[in-house]
């Protein structure tokens, strides 16, 4: 059996009988001195009584000092997490020791603890503010346009544009709402995962038809190459990879081009790509595409809220899968994702 010599129980009990040695030791030489000296005139007893006596008082001191030494990082433990308990999350323990003990083991575990709450507090926060400023924005133009509506000082062909900035303000805060509640279930580990076999090939091409009056409109050209490929995955969550990802390619398309749409299967992968020939992504920008509320090309701000990437990436962290995005200014844009056909489910 393997002896942890790092462990704080051992470290007390060094101490301990590494005191008491020492101690029994002084006082026996102490006795020995004080006996064949005379100063107690002979009397072993007294000699005896007054040497252990004093070398208990020391012996108890150096306890209770190391004692106190050991046992102080775990009263500023205590203090620290009186702090987080109150919300203040920037608050670490200095610890630093020759060996890696548990109370090392304790408070390494406490400062990473405090740090991703920490990070996960700004998060939040910033989250807030981007919500705040994304919910701002159409109940702005929904409240102007219906308090120019209640003036009824407008005409017919005027009312019918109010109303239709009216709908499709709402449509974008319900939009909104709609994708907030979906990065949410998303990202809680405890809305489960509901994995089962399906054909990875037909579920694209079925989301490609949810948009054929979109693509249809920009008179685009859809390049479709699919092998037929199983996968074994929760098919909801799965076909939100493919929707966001193929709105996007058609969004950012000009009329008359192109969106390509390939699956492959590479080994245990499936390797899906899409790409369009659009305006592309800037690549000082390509890093943030994936935040939340991010939004790389503001003039299409109002057809979208930033979340469907953050979605895609959500999901793709999730079930262990990744996505790579190639582009240029100007010469569109690739995303390639990546996903393991089978035992692809992450446990969270």
């Known amino acids: 059996m393997k002896l942890h ?55 108890s001191l150096l306890m209770w000092l190391a004692v106190s030494l050991i046992t102080r990082p775990i009263q500023q433990l205590t203090s620290a997490t009186k702090k987080v308990a109150k919300g203040n999350f920037d608050v670490r323990v200095d610890y630093h020791s020759l060996v890696n003990d548990e109370v090392g083991v304790l408070i390494q575990n406490f400062n990473q603890m405090a740090e991703k709450l920490e990070n996960m507090e700004y998060m939040r926060k910033d989250f807030l503010s981007s919500v705040s400023h994304e919910f701002k924005t159409p109940i702005a133009s929904i409240k102007g346009s219906a308090a120019l509506l209640l003036e009824k000082r407008v005409s017919e062909e005027e009312a019918q544009n109010y109303l239709a900035i009216i709908k499709e303000e709402a449509g974008r805060l319900s939009n909104l709402v709609s994708n907030m509640l979906r ?67 058609i969004k950012f398309s000009e009329e008359n081009g192109t969106v390509s749409i390939y699956l492959r299967q590479v080994g245990d992968d499936a390797v899906v790509t899409i790409a369009d020939g659009g305006i592309g992504i800037p690549e000082e920008k390509q890093a943030h595409i994936f935040e939340k509320f991010y939004q790389a090309d503001p003039s299409h701000s109002s057809n979208g809220n930033g979340l469907g990437l953050s979605i895609v990436k959500s999901i793709l962290d999730r079930i262990g899968g990744s996505v790579e995005v190639k582009s240029k200014e100007g010469q569109g844009a690739v995303f390639v994702v990546r996903l393991r056909r089978f035992h692809g489910i992450h446990p969270i």
């Open 5 to 59: 010599i790092y462990s704080i129980r051992v470290k007390f009990a060094f101490i301990f009988i590494g005191i008491l040695c020492i101690c029994s030791v002084m006082a026996s030489a102490t006795t020995i001195f004080m006996t064949q000296t005379g100063i107690f005139d002979g009397d072993l007893m007294k000699a005896i009584f007054i040497s252990f006596s004093l070398y208990c008082s020391c012996g």
């Open 183 to 249: 990065l949410t279930n998303v990202e809680n580990p405890a809305v489960p995962i509901e994995p089962v076999r399906f054909a990875l090939d037909e579920q694209i091409r079925k989301t490609i038809l949810l948009f054929t009056s979109l693509w249809e409109e920009k008179r685009l050209e859809m390049d479709i190459q699919l092998d037929k490929t199983e996968f074994e995955g929760d098919e909801e969550l799965i076909q939100q990879i493919w929707i966001n990802l193929i709105e996007n390619a």
